[in-house]
């Protein structure tokens, strides 16, 4: 009969903690749609958090939070933000032979995760982390002693991996070029033959603000006669329906110019 361990913190952690995690992890699997399969892996990377919190290990508890929870778990989120939130993966086998070695993978590792639990409970229970960090003086010195000593050369596969698989990434996101990039004499050329053919100024278009009492990006330019140039509203506010008050814009420029008028008039008069 296996003897039941005694009833503490790190027990009730792991009892609470491991169903949970379980089913987030089938989750991932399962999940039809990207962000779900997210939401389930933030959730298992907490769970490991706090076993890990439940088992004095700080360093790993605050590795995890910080750099899966934190850093990791954004790239996917990022992924999930190019790919679109709605999409849904496709079940067509792309790669011939692909779910037989998936099964074949998954069947391997829960062998392993069969014999390792078959050697604590059997052979004897593991030393501690108490004992272990007793050896190297704390936790984080414990781990940095492993990393790179014992498993360096894990360690520099592991980092192989991920810089090929970051590379990877970005081979893939990046999408075919459209057209061909035009330098700033070809633009010029396409200015002066629109201006050519349909009298369409080369010149860059009008800021907004110019000539206005605000330089805000929804305030159009006025023209020197005071009228609205077109082109300088903000074409995405124009089409969600933004109103601008051109009289409020235009009255200062008709003011002004009514006193140029004015002023001039009075001196024509004063000439004859």
Do not use: W
Not at 75 to 89: A, E, P, Q, T, W
């Amino acid at each position: 009969m296996i003897p039941l361990p005694p009833l503490t913190g790190e027990v009730v952690a792991f009892v609470v903690c491991a169903p949970i995690m379980v089913l987030l992890a089938i989750g991932i699997v399962v999940a039809r749609k990207p962000v779900h399969s997210a939401l389930c892996m933030a959730g298992v990377m907490v769970g490991l958090a706090v076993l890990y919190a439940a088992q004095d290990a700080p360093f790993l508890f605050v590795v995890q939070i910080i750099v899966y929870t934190g850093a990791i778990l954004m790239l996917f989120l990022f992924v999930v933000m190019l790919i679109g939130v709605d999409s849904r993966d496709s079940v067509v086998e792309t790669l011939k032979g692909q779910r037989v070695a998936g099964i074949l993978a998954v069947l391997g590792l829960a062998g392993l995760l069969v014999f390792a639990v078959g050697q604590v409970v059997f052979a004897g229970g593991p030393v501690g982390l108490t004992r272990a960090n007793e050896a190297q003086g704390g936790n984080a010195q414990g781990v940095a002693a492993l990393l790179f000593s014992r498993y360096v050369v894990l360690l520099e596969a592991t980092s192989a991996l991920l810089i090929t698989a970051a590379v990877g990434a970005m081979v893939l996101a990046h999408g075919d070029r459209l057209r061909k990039p035009r330098h700033q004499a070809e633009h010029m050329e396409a200015r002066v033959e629109r201006y050519a053919v349909g009298g369409v100024h080369p010149g860059p278009d009008p800021n907004s603000g110019v000539y206005a009492r605000s330089n805000a990006i929804h305030a159009p330019a006025l023209l020197p006669d005071g009228t609205v140039a077109e082109k300088s509203v903000s074409h995405a506010l124009t089409t969600r329906g933004a109103v601008v008050a051109v009289d409020d814009l235009r009255n200062p420029t008709t003011t002004t110019f009514g006193e140029i008028e004015k002023v001039a008039a009075e001196l024509e008069g004063e000439a004859k």
